[in-house]
């Protein structure tokens, strides 16, 4: 456990300590397409020159051209976040509700990205960007937390009371949002919000202790991450191989 507890000490340490406004991407926007803006973005930047009337205008009527190419798309798009002009934030700002579907991904992380230039020059405040592969709202990022019961015996009906009734009496109190809360036969699923700057171990292991006051049905070893929700046989795997049994996909 020690090497899991420094990963989130870490975790926690990276946010405790940086002063400024967070902005957290809400969609969930696949790690690789992120990776591959942020290149993208980089490469841009380092030609960027202001932009002109006569180009702003050129990428007002591309953006309505539904025979352009994805990849003109993405161009344009840069070009836009990159800008620092109100005019392009505003366009990507409407563009995004209704975006051509090949770069709906790309152009969320354009109109995120257009927004903390802009602040950063406008505003003395430093703007902090953060992005995950299940996103976040506000200043919380969004984890799935996957918990498996001790045994091998199904939840008893008092057992999965008691889940149920700790998590959403104890999450809210530490300012967490639960979006989903799934009990299964020998497992949970959760897809939490949580605040940045929140001790995301210290909570759960705090929800943990106090389920297992009633019969320690609940193991200690439990699977989170911001990455993606697990896939139904990743979690059998998971299980299967910390119980050394076979357990169904759908968890029943």
């Not at 953006?63 to 109100?86: C, F, G, M, Q, R």
């Not at 889940?163 to 949002?177: G, K, M």
């Not at 320690?216 to 998971?238: H, P």
Request: charged content about 30%; glycine content about 4%.
């Amino acid at each position: 456990m020690k090497k899991k507890d420094d990963v989130f000490e870490r975790f926690r340490d990276s946010f405790s300590k940086l002063d400024g406004h967070f902005h957290v991407l809400e969609q969930r926007i696949p790690i690789e397409l992120q990776l591959e803006y942020f290149k993208y973005s980089e490469q841009m930047r380092r030609n960027n020159t202001k932009m002109t009337n006569e180009e702003y205008d050129v990428y007002l009527q591309s953006l309505s051209n539904n025979t352009l190419s994805p990849e003109h798309k993405k161009y344009i798009l840069s070009a836009l976040a990159i800008s620092n002009d109100v005019r392009a934030y505003r366009l990507l700002e409407e563009y995004v509700q209704n975006p051509d579907p090949d770069v709906r991904n790309w152009a969320n992380m354009a109109l995120m990205e257009s927004r903390i230039s802009i602040e950063s020059e406008l505003l003395e405040e430093k703007q902090i960007y953060i992005s995950t592969g299940l996103g976040g709202k506000g200043e919380k990022l969004r984890f799935y937390v996957l918990i498996i019961a001790s045994g091998k015996e199904p939840f008893q009906e008092y057992q999965r009371q008691t889940l149920e009734r700790e998590f959403v009496y104890y999450l809210p109190t530490e300012a967490c949002e639960i979006e989903r809360l799934t009990i299964y036969d020998r497992y949970v699923e959760l897809l939490l919000l949580i605040p940045v700057r929140k001790d995301i171990k210290a909570i759960l292991d705090r929800v943990i202790t106090e389920c297992n006051q009633y019969g320690n049905f609940i193991s200690d070893s439990i699977t989170v991450t911001n990455v993606k929700e697990l896939s139904a046989d990743e979690v059998a795997e998971i299980i299967n191989t910390r119980h050394g049994s076979k357990i169904n996909k759908t968890g029943y």
